[in-house]
């Protein structure tokens, strides 16, 4: 089993769609979770942590479920420029800090 | 911000030459840098972690006398891919973690070894 697993997609969907993507990690001791947004070709950059509470930036929203190891990611109202991969990231803990990262979920928004 | 500078941004070279990628972070003290690598359509997969002024812990699988880390300061880790192969061409990215930002990605590297 894969630490961090995601389904790869892609997911085509129309401009102002909410779509949802959904990730599960296998260590339940890990400490952060993050869902990271990957253009092709470039860096990862943050999109937002995510916290057992579930928080919201924007059209973005995110949850954590521990008991099922289980992370979402909402996206409202979804923008022709939100195509990208979004990256499930884990800190699984252990010592030394190191982030895990999933396989990625590519979106693409289409008019 | 955080800004982690990482040269070249892509490099093409050939089959046995040795190739160096720098990352620097530029406003804050990097206590910790980690190397990833990418290929095409999946996902970053750890390559070693380097603390300032400590040898490099590597991943399993990732030969140590192949990509030499060296983090000599706070502020610069490089990684050397030494006697490239094709099989070596991939996306290589470099990560800051520092207390007060958290992790921070450098652009990438992307080699070619033809």
């Known amino acids: 089993r894969k630490e961090v697993e995601q389904d790869p997609g892609p997911f085509n969907v129309p401009e102002g769609a909410t779509v949802a993507f959904n990730c599960t990690y296998s260590?339940?001791?890990?400490?952060?979770f993050f869902w990271y947004r990957q253009d092709c070709r470039k860096e990862p950059k943050l999109l937002m942590s995510v916290y057992s509470s579930g928080n919201e930036d924007g059209r973005f929203t995110a949850q954590l479920n521990r008991a099922s190891q289980y992370i979402s990611l909402l996206i409202r109202d979804s923008k022709l420029s939100d195509s990208a991969t979004y990256l499930c990231?884990?800190?699984?803990?252990?010592?030394?800090?190191?982030?895990?990262f999933g396989t990625g979920t590519q979106l693409k928004v289409e008019l | 911000g955080a800004v982690v500078s990482q040269h070249p941004s892509w490099v093409i070279c050939k089959s046995g030459t040795s190739v160096k990628i720098e990352c620097r972070s530029l406003?804050?003290?990097?206590?910790?840098m980690f190397w990833y690598r990418q290929f095409p359509k999946q996902s970053l997969m750890l390559m070693a972690t380097s603390n300032e002024g400590s040898k490099a812990t590597y991943e399993q699988g990732v030969e140590k006398d192949k990509f030499l880390i060296n983090h000599a300061s706070l502020t610069l880790s490089t990684l050397t891919v030494t006697s490239a192969h094709p099989e070596d061409s991939s996306f290589y990215i470099c990560s800051a973690r520092n207390r007060n930002y958290g992790y921070t990605f450098g652009s990438g590297t992307r080699l070619t070894v033809v």
């Open positions: 260590n339940s001791a890990s400490q952060s």
């Open positions: 990231v884990v800190n699984m803990g252990g010592g030394g800090n190191k982030l895990t």
């Open positions: 406003d804050f003290q990097a206590t910790t």
